[in-house]
């Protein structure tokens, strides 16, 4: 079965730091521009971050310089390093391929929650 399995949240005071981790098979991320979304209590999903195979990587604004997305390709691993979180950041995030054709069944997710 083709899955992806989240891991790395937590609870973490503003300012604080987390590292995602996202595991899938080989075929999952060969090739593939992965990326890691967000979901947030009564809104809808959004892009956070994306990386191609050969390492390009884009933000959405909201994220610049205080996130980085990365890939271990022979782990078929791919990492979202979260610092100088914000309340805002709370959520839970998802990791998939990019291209909405190509994406496959969304995993559990792990839970992000920035609080006092």
């Known amino acids: 079965q083709v899955q992806l399995v989240e891991s790395g949240g937590g609870l973490v005071q503003p300012g604080g730091s987390l590292r995602l981790s996202c595991v899938g098979s080989?075929?999952?991320?060969?090739?593939?521009?992965m990326a890691w979304y967000r979901q947030a209590p009564g809104k809808q999903r959004e892009w956070v971050a994306s990386i191609m195979s050969g390492g390009t990587t884009n933000y959405v604004d909201s994220v610049k310089g205080r996130f980085t997305i990365s890939r271990d390709n022979a782990q078929n691993t791919v990492y979202l390093q979260m610092s100088s979180l914000k309340p805002e950041d709370t959520a839970i995030y998802y990791c998939?391929?990019?291209?909405?054709?190509?994406?496959?069944?969304w995993g559990q997710g792990t839970q992000v929650t920035v609080s006092p």
């Open positions: 080989r075929e999952i991320f060969e090739f593939y521009t």
């Open positions: 998939n391929r990019a291209s909405i054709g190509a994406r496959i069944s």
